[in-house]
C-alpha cells in the first residue's frame, strides 16, 4: 500500500448534511417543481439571498434554542460574527425592511433556500435542508392566514396526497400567551414556557420541566377564540379541514398569533411538515414600521419521506431523451451531425463513445434510464435513415433526419 492510501479521504460526506447523485436530485426537482409551480399559481413571485448572515439577525428574535445552540456561527476574517441561516424569515424580513418604503403592499413572496442547523440528524431532521418559504406582507386580516393555509393545503393535494392523510392544527399564540398569563406565570417565563411547551411531545420528563419551570403542573384548557373560529369556519367553506390544538406553540418568538402546523397522519412520519404562522412585529428589529406579515415554510426531508411512505414519487428518467450508438470510432462525426439535429430540435441528445459491444452499451443506456436509442453504422450513413428505438417497448422508428421535426416527442 502506498502513503497516499494509507492516509486516504473519507468518501462521506459531512455528518449531517446530504450528496445529491442523478437520481435523488431528480426527486429534489420533482419537490421543488410543485413548490414553483403551486406557490407561483397564487401569484407568489420568487426571490432569493445569500445563506451568510450576520449572527445579530438571529439574537434579536428567532429564539434562544436556535441562536444559541443550533447555528453555524463563525468568525470570518475581518472578525465579524456569521452565521450560515438557519431560516428564512429573518433574512426576507430584513429584505422587505429594506425596501420598505419603496415596495407596493401586499408583498406575495417565495423562495427555496437551504438552511443549516447543528441538530442531531435523524429521520426528518437533518443539518442542512430546503425549505419552501411562503409569506405575504401587509396584510392584515384573515383572509391572509385563509390563502397561506389554503396554498399549503394545495401543495399537498398536488403531490398527491389525500385529505385523510394529513392534519393541520392551528392555535393562537396570542391566546396561549394570554392564558398562560392568566394561570399567574410571570411574563418574563411567558416565551421559555411557550418554547418548552412546543417541544412537548419530544421530551419525556416534559411534566417535570414545566414543574420546574413554573411551579405549576401543566394544564391547558384553552377555548378556540373568535379568530380561530372564523379561520375554521372560512377554511371549511372551502373543504380544508384544520384541527384547534391549544398546545401548538412554535419555537419562534416572532410569531404573534395564528399559528399553524400540517403533521402526515402516518406514525412513520411524527415530525411537522410545514410549520408557520402570523408575525407582525419582526420589522421592528430593523426599526422600520410594523408590516403585518404570515408565511410558512415546509421542508424537504420531511415531505420526501412522506411521498416515499405513500409510494407517491415518480418514476426515476433520465433528462436525456436519446442516446446516438456510433457503431464504431469510424461514425463518430456522423453520430455528433445527428445528435445536433436533435438538439437543434429541443430532443436532449448524447452521444455513447465506447468501444464495448453494442449490447453492454444499449443495457447501459437502459439503466440510465434515456428512453430512446438509435444507432449510426455503415447502412444508416449510406442510406440516411436511421433506426430510433423505444428502449421501453422495443418499437422502432425508421426516421430520417428531416423528420427529428416532424417526430411529436409526446410519449418521452
Ligand atoms: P420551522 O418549523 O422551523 O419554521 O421549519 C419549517 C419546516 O422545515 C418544518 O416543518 C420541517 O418540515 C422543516 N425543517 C425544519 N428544520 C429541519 C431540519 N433540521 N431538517 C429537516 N427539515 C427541517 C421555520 O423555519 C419558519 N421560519 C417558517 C416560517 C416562514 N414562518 C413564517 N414564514
Known amino acids: 500500500m502506498t502513503e497516499i492510501n494509507k492516509n486516504k479521504l473519507s468518501t462521506d460526506s459531512y455528518k449531517g448534511v446530504r450528496d445529491f447523485y442523478p437520481e435523488d436530485m431528480a426527486i429534489e426537482n420533482y419537490i421543488f417543481n410543485i413548490w414553483k409551480k403551486t406557490a407561483e399559481s397564487f401569484g407568489y413571485v420568487e426571490y432569493g439571498a445569500s445563506i451568510l448572515e450576520p449572527t445579530e439577525l438571529y439574537k434579536a428574535k428567532s429564539g434562544d434554542e436556535i441562536v444559541n445552540d443550533q447555528t453555524y456561527s463563525f468568525k470570518d476574517r475581518g472578525d465579524r460574527d456569521v452565521t450560515l441561516r438557519p431560516e428564512m424569515t429573518p433574512t426576507v424580513a430584513r429584505m422587505v425592511a429594506g425596501k ?16 443549516f442547523r447543528y441538530e442531531r440528524p435523524q429521520r426528518g431532521r437533518l443539518r442542512e435542508h430546503f425549505q419552501l418559504n411562503c409569506d405575504i406582507f401587509g396584510l392584515e386580516g384573515i383572509e391572509a392566514e385563509v390563502e397561506m ?3 399549503a393545503y394545495q401543495i399537498m393535494k398536488n403531490f398527491g396526497l389525500k385529505d385523510e ?5 392551528i392555535n393562537s399564540r396570542g391566546l396561549l400567551i394570554e392564558t398562560l398569563a392568566k394561570q399567574g406565570i410571570p411574563l418574563e417565563k411567558i416565551t421559555d414556557v411557550i418554547r418548552l411547551i412546543d417541544k412537548k411531545n419530544k421530551l419525556k420528563d ?3 420541566q414545566y414543574k420546574a419551570l413554573t411551579g405549576k403542573e401543566f394544564e391547558l384548557n384553552l377555548l378556540a377564540n373568535l379568530k380561530i373560529n372564523s379561520l375554521i369556519t372560512k377554511l371549511s367553506k372551502k373543504n380544508i379541514q384544520i384541527n384547534f390544538d391549544s398546545s401548538l406553540a412554535r419555537g419562534f418568538d416572532y410569531y404573534t398569533d395564528i399559528v399553524f402546523e400540517i403533521y402526515d397522519k402516518n406514525p412513520a412520519n ?10 407582525d412585529n419582526l420589522l421592528d428589529i430593523f426599526g422600520e414600521e410594523k408590516v403585518p406579515a404570515v408565511g410558512f415554510g415546509m421542508g424537504d426531508v420531511t415531505i420526501r419521506d412522506v411521498l416515499e411512505t405513500y409510494n407517491l414519487l415518480p418514476e426515476y428518467k433520465s433528462t436525456t431523451q436519446v442516446a446516438i450508438l456510433p457503431f464504431s470510432a469510424d461514425f463518430y462525426d456522423e453520430a455528433e451531425k445527428v445528435a445536433n439535429e436533435f438538439r437543434g430540435n429541443n430532443i436532449n441528445a448524447v452521444v455513447d463513445y465506447s468501444d464495448k459491444k453494442i449490447g453492454d452499451r444499449i443495457a447501459k443506456i437502459d439503466k440510465e434510464k434515456i428512453a430512446y436509442i438509435l444507432i449510426v453504422g455503415e447502412e ?8 430510433l428505438k423505444q428502449l421501453s417497448t422495443k418499437k422502432e422508428t425508421e426516421i430520417s433526419l428531416n423528420d427529428i421535426k416532424k417526430i411529436i416527442w409526446k410519449n418521452i
Open 100 to 115: 420598505r418604503r419603496e415596495l407596493k403592499f401586499p408583498l406575495r413572496w417565495y423562495s427555496i433556500p437551504n438552511l
Open 149 to 151: 393555509i389554503t396554498l
Open 165 to 169: 392523510q394529513f392534519e393541520i392544527k
Open 206 to 208: 416534559f411534566d417535570e
Open 270 to 279: 411524527p415530525r411537522a411538515l410545514f410549520g408557520g404562522g402570523r408575525y
Open 380 to 387: 444508416e450513413v449510406k442510406t440516411k435513415t436511421y433506426k
